[in-house]
C-alpha cells in the first residue's frame, strides 16, 4: 500500500517477529492500548512518513494481515531476531531506503523517517540508528538497499544481534535526545499499564 507523491521515497517496515519473552509469551503488537492493537498506534504514525508500510511477524499472521498490510515472515525456521526481519523487508522494499521500527513503539516520531533520511544523505552511510540521548535504540534505524548484501552475510554467519551489527557496518548515530519519550517500548506489563495511564492523563 503506497503513500501519494508527496510522502518520502522510503519502505516502512513494523518488526512484530518477536517472541515477547517479558510480555508472557503475549504478541506484543496486538495488545490492546486505548481500544487499539499496539501496532495500529505504530502504523498511525508511521503510514504518512513513508510510501510502503510492511510488516515483519512470525505467528499470529491473519491477525497482521486485517491491517492492509504486506505480512513478511523470516526466512528462518529458527529464530534469528530483528535481522531476519529487515532482510526481507530490504528484499521486498520498493524503496531505496528502509525505515525499521518496533510494533512497541507507539510513539515514534512524526519526523523520524525525514530525519533520518536527511542524515543518512548528508553522511553519506548506508545505515543510521536512533540515540535518544541516553541510549542506542537500534530497532528505530534506515538502511540503504546496497547494506542488503553485508545483513544477509551476517545471517548466513549466524551473526545476528542488531546493534553490533549496525555498528560494525559504520551506522551512524542520529540524536533525538529532544525527542527522548518516543522511543519509550513497551516490555512488560508493566510498561503497557503505565503508557495506558499516562495516554489517558
Known amino acids: 500500500m503506497y503513500k501519494d ?63 492492509g498490510y504486506e505480512v513478511l515472515v523470516d526466512e528462518f525456521d529458527d529464530y534469528r531476531g530483528p535481522l531476519a526481519g529487515m532482510s526481507r523487508g530490504l528484499a521486498q522494499s520498493k524503496s531505496d531506503y528502509l525505515l525499521t521500527v518496533p510494533c512497541d513503539g507507539p510513539l515514534l516520531p512524526l519526523d523520524l523517517a525525514a530525519r533520518m533520511l536527511e542524515s543518512i544523505k548528508q553522511a553519506q552511510v548506508q545505515a543510521v540508528l536512533v540515540f535518544d540521548g541516553q541510549y542506542k535504540q537500534p530497532t528505530y534505524n534506515l ?19 542488531l546493534g553490533k551489527w549496525l555498528m560494525d557496518n559504520g551506522a551512524l548515530k542520529l540524536d533525538f535526545s529532544d525527542q527522548k519519550e518516543a522511543f519509550l517500548n513497551v516490555n512488560t506489563p508493566a510498561d503497557l499499564e503505565l503508557l495506558s495511564k499516562q495516554l489517558s492523563l
Open 143 to 161: 538502511l540503504h538497499k546496497d547494506i542488503f548484501r553485508a545483513l544477509n552475510h551476517s545471517l548466513q554467519s549466524n551473526e545476528h544481534k
Open 5 to 67: 507523491k508527496h510522502s518520502l521515497p522510503i519502505t516502512g517496515l513494523i518488526l512484530a517477529g518477536g517472541r515477547s519473552s517479558r510480555m508472557n509469551g503475549h504478541d506484543k503488537g496486538l495488545l490492546e492500548l486505548q481500544g487499539k492493537a499496539m501496532i495500529e498506534h505504530v502504523i498511525a504514525r508511521l503510514q504518512p512518513q513513508v510510501e510502503q508500510v510492511l510488516i515483519s511477524a512470525n505467528r499470529h499472521i491473519d491477525s497482521y494481515q486485517q491491517f
